[in-house]
C-alpha cells in the first residue's frame, strides 16, 4: 500500500516536470538515474548484510526488468499524463492486477480464490468510479490511452519477472540492478544540453527530480518487489491499488479535475476490496497450517 501511494503522487511530479520543459524520455531517464544512486547509497550502507552480487544466468532478465520495464513504464506513464486525466491513468494502469493474478495463478500456482475475485472486482470497480468511466466525466484520448495501457502491461511484466528473481538474490539487489539497467539505457536516450538549460531556468526544479527519483521510483519498486518476494504477487499488485485514489484525490486538488460522488464513494470501495483479499488470507492461514500439520502427522504414522 505504501508502494501505492508513492506511485499515486508520481503524476503530480511528472506533470510539474513537464510543465518545467522536460520531456517524458527526460522525466523518466532523470527519476531513474536519481532512484539509482539513492538506492546504490543505501546498499553501500548496508553492505555488510546485502551483497550485489548475482549469477551470469540473471543478467538478461535483469536488463529486461530495468530497460523494459521500468524505463519504458516509466516512459509511457509521462505520456499518459500529458495526454489524459492523472485518475484515468491510474485506472487503466491497475488492468494489471488482473494480468499479474492469472499470470501467478499458472506460473507459481498462487491460488485464484473467490475472495481474490471479489477483491479485484471491487478494485475495478473503485478505479472505474474514481475516473469518472460510468459518467463519462472525462475527455478521452486513444493516444494517453494506448501509453497507459502498454504501462499496464510492463507493471504486470516487473512484477512476474521480480517474483522469479527475487528466489535468487535479495529484493534490495534486485531492485538496484533493475534500476541501473533503466537509467543506463534511458542515458543514451536524453539530449544533456536540453536537460542542462532547463536545471538552469528553474532551479527549483532540482528537487522535484530529486522526488520523483527517490519517493516515486526508488523507494516504491523497493516495497514492491520486496511484496513479490515476500508472499503473493497478485496480492502485491492488488494492494497497491490505493495508487488511482491517491492519484484522483491529487488531481482534484491541485489541477482541479472534476471530483464526482462516484469518485468520493472510489476509496471506500477500493478499500473493501482490500479488506476482503487480506480477511480471506487470514481466515486460510490457519486451515492452511492445520492442513500441513495433519499430513505431517499422516506420514510419520505411516512410516
Known amino acids: ?157 516487473y512484477a512476474i519477472l521480480a517474483k522469479f528473481q527475487t528466489r535468487r538474490s535479495d529484493a534490495l539487489t534486485v531492485t538496484a540492478w533493475c534500476l541501473l539497467f533503466g537509467a543506463a539505457g534511458a542515458m543514451l536516450t536524453v539530449n544533456f544540453p536540453h536537460c542542462i538549460s532547463i536545471f538552469r531556468q528553474h532551479p527549483s526544479v532540482f528537487i522535484w527530480v530529486i522526488i520523483a527519483g527517490i519517493f516515486n521510483t526508488a523507494l516504491p519498486y523497493l516495497l514492491y518487489t520486496m511484496a513479490v518476494h515476500g508472499g503473493d504477487a497478485g496480492k502485491a499488485a492488488m494492494m497497491a491499488s490505493v495508487e488511482p485514489v491517491v492519484a484522483t484525490l491529487l488531481g482534484a486538488l491541485v489541477f482541479h479535475e472534476a471530483l464526482t460522488a462516484g469518485s468520493l464513494l472510489a476509496p471506500l470501495i477500493v478499500l473493501s476490496g482490500l479488506y476482503i483479499m487480506n480477511r480471506s488470507s487470514t481466515v486460510r492461514e490457519p486451515a492452511a497450517l492445520a492442513s500441513a500439520a495433519l499430513s505431517q502427522r499422516e506420514e510419520k504414522n505411516a512410516k
Open 1 to 157: 500500500m505504501a508502494a501505492g501511494t508513492c506511485w499515486g503522487s508520481s503524476g503530480l511530479v511528472m506533470r510539474y516536470l513537464a510543465a518545467s520543459g522536460f520531456e517524458a524520455v527526460e522525466i523518466s531517464a532523470l527519476r531513474l538515474l536519481v532512484g539509482t544512486l539513492a538506492l546504490f547509497a543505501v546498499l553501500q550502507r548496508q553492505r555488510a548484510c546485502v551483497s550485489m552480487a548475482i549469477r551470469w544466468q540473471q543478467l538478461p532478465w535483469l536488463v529486461v526488468m530495468g530497460t523494459g520495464c521500468l524505463f519504458l513504464y516509466s516512459f509511457c506513464y509521462a505520456q499518459a499524463v500529458q495526454t489524459i486525466s492523472l485518475s484515468l491513468v491510474a485506472v487503466l494502469i491497475y488492468t494489471s492486477p488482473a494480468i499479474v493474478m492469472l499470470i501467478s495463478a499458472l506460473l507459481f500456482h498462487e491460488a485464484l480464490t473467490a475472495g481474490k475475485c471479489a477483491a479485484l472486482a471491487l478494485t475495478i470497480t473503485g478505479c472505474c468510479l474514481a475516473s469518472g468511466l460510468f459518467t463519462g466525466a472525462r475527455g478521452y484520448s486513444p493516444q494517453g490511452i494506448g501509453f497507459a495501457l502498454s504501462a499496464a502491461l510492463l507493471y504486470a511484466l
